[in-house]
Structures are given as structure tokens and as C-alpha cells.
């Protein structure tokens, strides 16, 4: 039996021990799903109305296919890149996501942490959990962005893009489809508020998902960490904090505001949301970095284009005068090289490493980094590409 059988070590480590079973992005959401209440899981993993939006940012990526070159030395293989003049291991920034702590107490903190490690960005969400001091002290040395929503209570906002500027934050990224919070029907079933509120049906999940709610209940308070100090004065709860968020959100942004940001902020801007070839060229226009072609990951307009549709066009209008992040949909290595060849710098992914984070904590989002980047580099290799200068617009096509 020795010679033709070994048994696994056995991992001691049980957050290691349960992604062994993983296979791909896909295995870490059911992970994730058997660990989480379902109110939680629903708000990482859910969308707009009918979800159709979402589903469609995965799915159209399959519809286009390689156009692979054999016998070319792929012996060696490079993923780095550039990304608003400075390098990148690897044409990966990690989204902004909002209340990341719902799925893991040190939340956002440990995607900072796993970014700094990775030598790649991490977008700070207006409404993360943890400050933006908090994170730039987890993700020092690290490439730190801000995201940011345009609200009505300016001052708020000219706030913590001071804090983001003195903490030494590399970018502004403005999110720009969010005039009005999308309706995410999930949510609405299961009553899902920020912060949780506990009634008979979260116990009941809580008794479900004993791990999460030991967690939970012994973990400080959650809250919108970069907001809740600008109300301490009043002594605003957590639960006015919330409805103060959701009365902030500003439906009579224009383009006219990035200028106001422009004086605000000496560092590159970002505008994510973008969702035409009209707006990426007026992005251009108002003198941006990059822009993040971007639906929201199908949690605003549903019917919304697909970022992965929309990268060639864009490209072909604009490509010469902006840096381009597709964002949306992203599973595989494959997906990144694929948008690469249409026309992005890079490419964002947000509910990717939130499963691994609800499958795994930090080390999930550190597993979720290594197969994409692992999955980057044996598409590479297949498909006969050696470095990111060789990814054109002939490495791959549509699909019939």
C-alpha cells in the first residue's frame, strides 16, 4: 500500500483545512454560504430586482474564446503591468466594497492586509467598517485607494478626503451610479438592514451559524466607521447612521462636481461607473486617470450593459487617453487575461474575495489572490503569451 497510496497530512489550521475542499471561486461561495446567515450571505452575494444584470457580468465572459499560439517558450511567464504610473505585479485591484465586517470582524482590514502582500490596490468603500485610518496602518506599504459617493452634506465628504489624503492614499475613486440605492430584492425578503437588526428570524440564524454569531456578538460594534465620527456629537446611533447614509446619497451629481473633487484631491482620480462609450469620452473631457467600467456588479440598474461588453468600444473611442478597469464578474484568470485583450489596464473584483472571506477570513482572500493570479498565468502559458505586452485584441474572439 506505501508504494502506490499516501495519506493527506492533516492541516491543523481549520480555516485552511476548509478551503481544501475548494476547487475555484464558485466552491468558496458555497463555503461561504453554509457558514453565513442567509440575511448576510444574500447581501454579499444578491443583486438588483431579478439579478438578471449580475448573472450576465459572469456570464458574458463566456462568450468569448481564445485564439491560442503553441510552441512559443512559455517557460517563463510575466503578469506585470502598470497602473496609474506606478508598477503592478499583477492587473488586479480589489473593489470597494460597503459593511465588510457583516461577513468577518476584522473585515476590511484584512483585505488591506492581503492587497499590501500582493503588491495590489484595495479600494476603501465610503461605507466600509473599519476607518480609513484604521486601514491604512493594516495595508502600510500597500497601494490604498478611496472610494467615494458624491452626498448631498458636502462637508462630510471634503472630510474624509482630507483624512484619506493625510493618511497617504494613492487614489480618489469616485463611484458615480449610485443617484439612488438600487432595490436588491433579497435583502427586502429577508429585512436586511444596516447595521442587523436581530429579530426571532436572525436568532434563529444566529442558533444556524453558531460560529458567525459568536463572532459577531463578541467583535466591537458595527457601524459606517468613516462617517459615525463625524456624528459622535450628537450621539447618533448606529441605526440614524444608517438612515443618514441612505438620505445622503445625491441624485443631482454632474459633471460639473469632478472639478469640485479636482480641487480637493492633487492625486489621480478614478470614475467608477462608467457604462457607455458617450460618458468614458466625457470622463476623458474632464482630465481623469482611469475609469472603471462598471455596473455596480448588477446592484443598481438592472438591464444595465456588461462591463466586459463594453471594454472594446471604449477602448476603440478612448483607450489612447485613459486607463480602463473593467469590474464586474470576475472568476477566473482567464476572465482578466480576456479583458485585457479587449482593451483594460486591469480589472476589479469585489464579491470574488468576499467569499473568501466568508469561507476562509483573510487567508480565504489570500486564497482567492493566488488562484486568479495562478489561473492568469497557466492561461498565459496555454494560450502561447509570455507578458502582458504580448495580450492584443487577436488573443481572442467572439464566440459564434
Same mark, same amino acid.
Given at each position: 500500500?506505501?508504494?502506490?497510496?499516501?495519506?493527506?497530512?492533516?492541516?491543523?489550521?481549520?480555516?485552511?483545512?476548509?478551503?481544501?475542499?475548494?476547487?475555484?471561486?464558485?466552491?468558496?461561495?458555497?463555503?461561504?454560504?453554509?457558514?453565513?446567515?442567509?440575511?448576510?450571505?444574500?447581501?454579499?452575494?444578491?443583486?438588483?430586482?431579478?439579478?438578471?444584470?449580475?448573472?450576465?457580468?459572469?456570464?458574458?465572459?463566456?462568450?468569448?474564446?481564445?485564439?491560442?499560439?503553441?510552441?512559443?517558450?512559455?517557460?517563463?511567464?510575466?503578469?506585470?503591468?502598470?497602473?496609474?504610473?506606478?508598477?503592478?505585479?499583477?492587473?488586479?485591484?480589489?473593489?470597494?466594497?460597503?459593511?465588510?465586517?457583516?461577513?468577518?470582524?476584522?473585515?476590511?482590514?484584512?483585505?488591506?492586509?492581503?492587497?499590501?502582500?500582493?503588491?495590489?490596490?484595495?479600494?476603501?468603500?465610503?461605507?466600509?467598517?473599519?476607518?480609513?485610518?484604521?486601514?491604512?496602518?493594516?495595508?502600510?506599504?500597500?497601494?490604498?485607494?478611496?472610494?467615494?459617493?458624491?452626498?448631498?452634506?458636502?462637508?462630510?465628504?471634503?472630510?474624509?478626503?482630507?483624512?484619506?489624503?493625510?493618511?497617504?492614499?494613492?487614489?480618489?475613486?469616485?463611484?458615480?451610479?449610485?443617484?439612488?440605492?438600487?432595490?436588491?430584492?433579497?435583502?427586502?425578503?429577508?429585512?436586511?438592514?444596516?447595521?442587523?437588526?436581530?429579530?426571532?428570524?436572525?436568532?434563529?440564524?444566529?442558533?444556524?451559524?453558531?460560529?458567525?454569531?459568536?463572532?459577531?456578538?463578541?467583535?466591537?460594534?458595527?457601524?459606517?466607521?468613516?462617517?459615525?465620527?463625524?456624528?459622535?456629537?450628537?450621539?447618533?446611533?448606529?441605526?440614524?447612521?444608517?438612515?443618514?447614509?441612505?438620505?445622503?446619497?445625491?441624485?443631482?451629481?454632474?459633471?460639473?462636481?469632478?472639478?469640485?473633487?479636482?480641487?480637493?484631491?492633487?492625486?489621480?482620480?478614478?470614475?467608477?461607473?462608467?457604462?457607455?462609450?458617450?460618458?468614458?469620452?466625457?470622463?476623458?473631457?474632464?482630465?481623469?486617470?482611469?475609469?472603471?467600467?462598471?455596473?455596480?456588479?448588477?446592484?443598481?440598474?438592472?438591464?444595465?450593459?456588461?462591463?466586459?461588453?463594453?471594454?472594446?468600444?471604449?477602448?476603440?473611442?478612448?483607450?489612447?487617453?485613459?486607463?480602463?478597469?473593467?469590474? !464586474? #464578474?470576475?472568476?477566473?484568470?482567464?476572465?482578466? /487575461?480576456?479583458? *485585457?485583450?479587449? =482593451?483594460? +489596464?486591469?480589472? $476589479? %473584483?469585489?464579491?470574488?474575495?468576499?467569499?473568501?472571506?466568508?469561507? !476562509? #477570513?483573510?487567508?480565504?482572500?489570500?486564497?482567492? /489572490?493566488?488562484? *486568479?493570479?495562478? =489561473?492568469? +498565468?497557466?492561461? $498565459? %502559458?496555454?494560450?502561447?503569451?509570455?507578458?502582458?505586452?504580448?495580450?492584443?485584441?487577436?488573443?481572442?474572439?467572439?464566440?459564434?
Amino acid at each position: 500500500m506505501r508504494s502506490v497510496v499516501r495519506f493527506r497530512s492533516f492541516e491543523r489550521d481549520s480555516d485552511l483545512r476548509r478551503m481544501q475542499r475548494a476547487a475555484n471561486v464558485d466552491d468558496l461561495r458555497l463555503i461561504a454560504r453554509r457558514r453565513l446567515p442567509r440575511g448576510v450571505f444574500d447581501y454579499i452575494d444578491g443583486a438588483a430586482e431579478d439579478e438578471i444584470t449580475m448573472d450576465r457580468n459572469q456570464a458574458d465572459y463566456r462568450s468569448w474564446e481564445f485564439a491560442p499560439a503553441v510552441l512559443r517558450d512559455v517557460g517563463r511567464i510575466d503578469t506585470s503591468a502598470e497602473l496609474l504610473g506606478k508598477p503592478l505585479p499583477f492587473p488586479l485591484v480589489l473593489a470597494p466594497t460597503g459593511f465588510t465586517r457583516i461577513v468577518e470582524p476584522p473585515g476590511e482590514l484584512s483585505v488591506a492586509r492581503a492587497a499590501a502582500r500582493r503588491g495590489i490596490p484595495y479600494a476603501l468603500s465610503t461605507l466600509g467598517t473599519r476607518s480609513i485610518e484604521e486601514v491604512a496602518e493594516a495595508g502600510a506599504g500597500g497601494r490604498n485607494w478611496f472610494q467615494v459617493y458624491v452626498w448631498k452634506d458636502r462637508g462630510m465628504v471634503r472630510n474624509m478626503i482630507e483624512r484619506a489624503a493625510a493618511a497617504g492614499y494613492e487614489a480618489l475613486c469616485i463611484t458615480v451610479d449610485l443617484a439612488v440605492p438600487g432595490r436588491r430584492e433579497r435583502d427586502v425578503r429577508n429585512g436586511m438592514t444596516l447595521p442587523p437588526k436581530l429579530g426571532l428570524d436572525m436568532l434563529i440564524e444566529g442558533m444556524l451559524k453558531p460560529s458567525w454569531t459568536w463572532r459577531f456578538i463578541t467583535a466591537d460594534p458595527i457601524t459606517f466607521a468613516n462617517v459615525v465620527g463625524l456624528h459622535e456629537q450628537d450621539g447618533s446611533s448606529a441605526v440614524e447612521l444608517a438612515s443618514l447614509v441612505n438620505d445622503q446619497f445625491d441624485p443631482s451629481l454632474s459633471w460639473s462636481d469632478i472639478e469640485w473633487f479636482r480641487s480637493l484631491w492633487d492625486g489621480p482620480i478614478i470614475i467608477k461607473g462608467i457604462q457607455s462609450v458617450a460618458d468614458a469620452r466625457r470622463a476623458v473631457e474632464h482630465g481623469v486617470e482611469a475609469i472603471a467600467v462598471s455596473n455596480h456588479g448588477g446592484r443598481q440598474l438592472e438591464g444595465a450593459p456588461t462591463p466586459i461588453g463594453l471594454i472594446e468600444p471604449i477602448a476603440q473611442e478612448v483607450g489612447g487617453s485613459v486607463e480602463i478597469i473593467c469590474d !464586474g #464578474g470576475i472568476r477566473r484568470g482567464s476572465d482578466i /487575461l480576456k479583458a *485585457l485583450a479587449l =482593451g483594460a +489596464r486591469a480589472v $476589479m %473584483a469585489g464579491r470574488a474575495y468576499l467569499y473568501g472571506l466568508g469561507a !476562509g #477570513g483573510e487567508k480565504g482572500v489570500d486564497w482567492v /489572490l493566488d488562484f *486568479l493570479d495562478e =489561473g492568469m +498565468r497557466r492561461t $498565459m %502559458a496555454l494560450a502561447g503569451v509570455r507578458s502582458l505586452a504580448e495580450v492584443n485584441r487577436q488573443l481572442v474572439r467572439r464566440r459564434r
